[in-house]
């Protein structure tokens, strides 16, 4: 079982930059893939980045290429989301998962999530 509490959103003018902390708690999370996943009103959670547990490989949706960055601290059993150069159409609550197995983009593949985290960029 892992718990998972994400932090870090808010409402930020369109270029500007947030980051994302997901903290997790229960089991061992340096063993777990983590991923981070994003949902708007009457729309299905669609994917953001994910990354590996040891943090080596990290996949990413084309929306969000080269603007955010995923990385992970187990020491810490943080999974973090750097944004920049935010857009409105990033505008959405982002949630934290987690997963024993390999990385995949796939939301219902993943089994612990957290309460979610709302991002709000204005133009």
């Known amino acids: 079982q892992v718990q998972l509490v994400e932090s870090g959103g808010g409402l930020v003018q369109a270029g500007g930059s947030l980051r994302l902390s997901c903290a997790a708690s229960g089991q061992t999370f340096r063993n777990y893939v983590t991923g981070w996943f994003r949902q708007t009103p009457g729309k299905e959670r669609e994917f953001v980045a994910t990354?590996?547990?040891?943090?080596?490989?990290?996949t990413y949706a084309d929306s969000v290429q080269g603007r955010f960055t995923i990385s992970r601290d187990n020491a810490k059993s943080t999974v973090y989301l750097q944004m920049n150069n935010l857009m409105p159409e990033d505008t959405a609550v982002y949630y934290c998962?987690?997963?024993?197995?390999?990385?995949?983009?796939?939301?219902?593949?993943?089994?612990?999530w957290g309460q979610g985290t709302q991002v709000t960029v204005s133009s």
């Open positions: 998962a987690a997963r024993f197995g390999t990385t995949t983009v796939t939301p219902t593949l993943y089994n612990y």
């Open positions: 990354i590996s547990s040891g943090g080596g490989t990290t």
